[in-house]
């Protein structure tokens, strides 16, 4: 039972354009939303994270949206670098140190 | 500058060896986090401890052990090598002082068993 799904395993979008990974979960305790950024042979880095009291967080180029009652979050990237091509997992928690991670999405971000 | 290291970073062994891997975070973080990645499942958790002595299996911890001695290591023991256990570990770990925390992850050790 995936409790968190990332239903695109790719995306591919043009330099300076937004680029937007969705995310949709099952469990409606999870309170503590997080978006991780891989790029191969190194590990997860930590980009922006959400609190459930909150429908938007913004970092820089980074936004990340919470719809509760569709629970589902995206992340928008604007504008989109080349260096932005990673593998994006988002990752949720109930209430606990323990996070549950999606499949991720691989993000490709074309000069 | 405070760090989590894993070791060996890339790892060759044979059905039925046991097998140990290691994970050392200099940040005096209490949790600790072992995962395994693999295509089409994300990552998913092995085994986590919140501190010393305490150990808990996440949700594919058979066939894999963990031990907390020090605040500093976390060592994943894989007790008989399996061809199902090649995969790209990695470890993690979290302050345990906050309610919404960040975890901060190794660079990772790819294991292949043959």
């Known amino acids: 039972d995936q409790q968190v799904k990332q239903n695109s395993p790719s995306l591919s979008v043009q330099e300076g354009r937004i680029s937007i990974l969705n995310c949709d979960y099952t469990?409606?305790?999870?309170?503590?939303f997080l978006w991780y950024k891989k790029y191969p042979a190194e590990g997860p880095t930590f980009l922006i994270s959400?609190?459930?009291?909150?429908d938007k967080n913004e970092d820089g180029r980074f936004t990340v949206f919470l719809n509760k009652s569709a629970k589902h979050l995206s992340l928008h990237i604007v504008p989109s670098q080349p260096g932005d091509s990673a593998v994006y997992f988002c990752?949720?928690?109930?209430?606990?140190?323990?996070?549950?991670f999606g499949t991720g999405t691989r993000l490709k971000v074309l000069a | 500058d405070a760090e989590i290291t894993q070791s060996p970073r890339h790892k060759i062994t044979e059905t039925g060896r046991q097998v140990t891997l290691a994970c050392h975070q200099t940040?005096?973080?209490?949790?600790m986090f072992w995962y395994r990645q693999d295509l089409g499942h994300g990552l998913r958790l092995i085994h986590y401890?919140?501190?010393?002595?305490?150990?808990n299996k996440g949700e594919v911890s058979d066939g894999y052990s963990v031990s907390r001695s020090n605040t500093e290591d976390l060592p994943l023991t894989l007790e008989s090598a399996a061809s199902s256990q090649t995969s790209v570990y990695f470890c993690?770990?979290?302050?345990?002082?906050?309610?919404?925390?960040?975890?901060?992850f190794g660079p990772g050790t790819r294991l292949l068993v043959l």
């Open positions: 993690a770990s979290s302050s345990g002082q906050g309610s919404q925390e960040t975890q901060y």
């Open positions: 469990n409606s305790m999870f309170d503590y």
């Open positions: 959400i609190s459930s009291i909150k």
């Open positions: 990752a949720a928690s109930a209430g606990t140190y323990k996070y549950i």
């Open positions: 940040w005096n973080h209490n949790n």
């Open positions: 401890s919140y501190g010393v002595h305490d150990t």
